[in-house]
């Protein structure tokens, strides 16, 4: 495998430089956001090689979950960060949390024990950058669930309290906003599994290829993690959707909009 210097990198930093230096006049939120988000990138990388190299001298099952356990939380975070309305109790931060865990835990527990047969089953190898790939792509689901459905909330208030007031379940007056909530999360998930192999190749195998694994056996891998993802952000998303609409009403079933606050 060819390796890549300090140099390599420097360039890219700088032409990621270059690129917010370009937009500070026109979008001086992007570019300030661009810096920030590089910043993070380079501190959060360099961290996460230095543990994994740690780890893979270190294969104990504690540590792994340790691990994961963190990644989970700040997944969970992320998906809560940069929403238009954020919740006026704190519990509900959780939902999204709860959902990440459920949804990608499964599935990878699926990919180490019945598809790769890893020994021992949690060897960070693999355990971690699956768990990663399944975090980093459900998280988007999840969080545009979250947000479609807050938002539109608003929007569709007298919509809601309409049906409520005509014996609507909160379930049944929330019905068309749980399925569009539901569309959008998945939209990117479903684009990511029509554009493979044509207009784009996904990260995984292009990695594997790089490092020199038969391409047939790549795109084995990318089938069953692309398949895995999106079954992850389905059913994270659908979580999301059902506890947060749920949320939104008390126990007479009134919409309960206070709940909410605007984030920004």
């Known amino acids: 495998m060819i390796e890549l210097s300090n140099i390599d990198l420097t360039l890219c930093i700088l032409l990621l430089s270059a690129l917010a230096l370009l937009q500070r006049n026109l979008a001086p939120g992007i570019s300030r956001q661009l810096l920030i988000s590089m910043l993070r990138m380079l501190l959060q990388l360099s961290i996460i090689g230095l543990i994994l190299t740690w780890l893979f001298s270190h294969i104990q099952l504690s540590l792994v979950l340790g691990v994961a356990l963190l990644m989970i939380l700040a997944a969970g975070r992320e998906a809560n960060a940069r929403q238009t309305y954020s919740w006026v109790t704190r519990w509900n931060i959780w939902i999204s949390t709860l959902a990440l865990f459920i949804a990608t835990t499964s599935m990878l527990f699926l990919m180490l024990l019945a598809f790769i047969q890893a020994t021992p089953w949690y060897h960070p190898q693999y355990f971690i950058p699956l768990l990663g790939m399944l975090l980093g792509n459900s998280l988007n689901g999840v969080s545009l669930a979250r947000e479609y459905i807050t938002v539109t909330a608003h929007e569709a208030q007298d919509r809601i309290e309409g049906q409520l007031m005509q014996g609507a379940t ?78 939104l009403f008390d126990k007479r079933q009134r919409l309960r909009l206070d709940r909410l606050k605007t984030s920004h």
């Open 170 to 247: 909160w379930l049944q007056a929330t019905a068309f906003l749980r399925r569009q909530a539901q569309h959008h999360a998945m939209i990117p998930a479903i684009n990511g599994m029509a554009a493979a192999g044509i207009v784009s190749l996904p990260g995984m195998m292009t990695g594997q290829i790089l490092a020199g694994t038969d391409p047939s056996q790549a795109i084995r891998y990318q089938i069953a993690i692309l398949i895995l993802i999106t079954v992850a952000t389905g059913l994270g998303s659908f979580i999301t959707t059902y506890f947060t609409t749920r949320q």
